[in-house]
């Protein structure tokens, strides 16, 4: 493994170690609203500092952009942090969580770590030398038919002027797949469709958090991932699709009438950039 992703595995373990133990009594966290259905907890800022310290200790002059306290510094790397991505469902119990951490060097990613702490199970990659579950190498499905294919998403919470269009194209959806599913936490998904067991995702409004270490993984298992018109803006709109090379394709076409204008410009411009 390569020195700079051990160092993000660490920090990613120590994360981990934080969110089991509180997660033994959810009943005593002080959970706030960031916004309508954006919730925080002390959790998700105690392995955020954590994983800073843990990258810091190596790395001081690298820059940081985290979801709970934002950019800092000024470097041609920068650290993309999710201390925990799933925090809905961490605060329920629901066990379907994550710590995403990505490394981008002149805003390409070259190494992602995705670690979900309920099964131990670590996804690594570095740009060029695969993708990983644990010691096992990664290759997305074989699949070649999108209605033999199960595909994951999220639902739009905050984009809610996008329901409209989103709810058509689950619509739409719904009836040329296996089935869809929505587990709750991006990184997570976006590890699925790299280990094969999605065929593919869409999902409008994430940050650069949610989709650096998993976008990562994907392309090193043989993946493609693109914005809801198959190009790269992805980190700057937020709408990201991805699959295999032969889903990505027919998901494609079964999204493109759906999209509206906010979807194709997207919100999330401080990630311009990156990819
Ligand atoms: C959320 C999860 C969820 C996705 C949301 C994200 P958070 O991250 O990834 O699956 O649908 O858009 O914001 O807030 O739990 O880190
Ligand atoms: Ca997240
Ligand atoms: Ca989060």
Redesign the pocket.
């Known amino acids: 493994m390569h020195p700079t992703l051990n160092f993000a595995v660490k920090a990613a373990r120590r994360a981990g170690a934080i969110i089991n133990r509180a997660s033994d009594n959810l009943d005593a966290l002080t959970v706030r609203h960031k916004s309508l259905n ?3 907890s002390e959790v ?1 800022r105690a392995a955020e500092d954590a994983i800073i310290e843990t990258l810091k200790s190596v790395y001081p002059d690298h820059a940081i952009l985290a ?1 709970e306290s934002g950019a800092s510094g000024d470097s041609e790397y920068v650290w993309i942090i ?9 605060l329920h119990g629901f066990p379907v ?1 994550a710590v995403s951490i990505a490394l981008a060097h002149k805003g390409r990613i070259q190494h992602g770590v995705v670690y979900d702490p309920v099964h131990n199970d670590l996804y690594t990659a570095s740009r060029g030398s695969g993708a990983f579950l644990n010691d096992r190498r990664l290759r997305v499905s074989k699949r070649d038919k999108l209605i033999d294919c199960l595909i994951g998403t ?5 984009v809610s002027a996008e329901i409209d269009a989103y709810t058509a194209m689950f619509k739409d959806l719904t009836t040329k797949t296996a089935g869809i599913r ?8 976006l590890a699925s469709v790299a280990a094969g067991r999605l065929d593919g995702f869409w ?1 409008i ?3 650069p ?2 989709m650096a270490a998993g976008t990562l993984l994907i392309s090193e298992a043989g993946g493609l991932v693109g914005d809801l018109q198959g190009e790269s803006s992805y980190m700057e709109s937020g709408s990201i699709m991805a699959g295999n090379p032969k889903i990505f394709a027919q998901l494609l076409q079964v999204l493109q009438p759906h999209l509206t204008a906010k979807m194709k410009s997207g919100t999330n411009r401080p990630a311009a950039g990156l990819r």
Do not use: Q
């Not at 929505?182 to 998904?189: E, H, K, N, V, W």
């Open positions: 954006d919730l925080v998700d979801e999710d201390p925990l991505d799933g925090t809905t469902n961490f969580y999220g639902f739009p919470f905050r929505r587990p709750g936490a991006a990184a997570l998904d999902e409004g994430l940050s958090w949610d």
